[in-house]
């Protein structure tokens, strides 16, 4: 389960804390990938990749 942020505004640490709320849930899809025959090294390559093509990300 990925914990939701502490507040509905924005607050100075927020960004890390959903960094580490994803990151189990992340490690979780590493090791699936990993248990259906990708290499460990070619997963973490390719999940970040997909994340700057998002439609939702915001300009630099």
Known sequence: MIKK?????????RQLDC???LELAVHYVI???VVLGWQ???ALLARWPSCSKHPYRRPA
Do not use: G, I, W
């Open 31 to 33: 090791d699936q990938a």
């Open 5 to 13: 942020p502490l507040r509905s505004e924005q607050y100075s640490d």
């Open 19 to 21: 960094q580490q709320a």
């Open 40 to 42: 460990r090294e070619e």
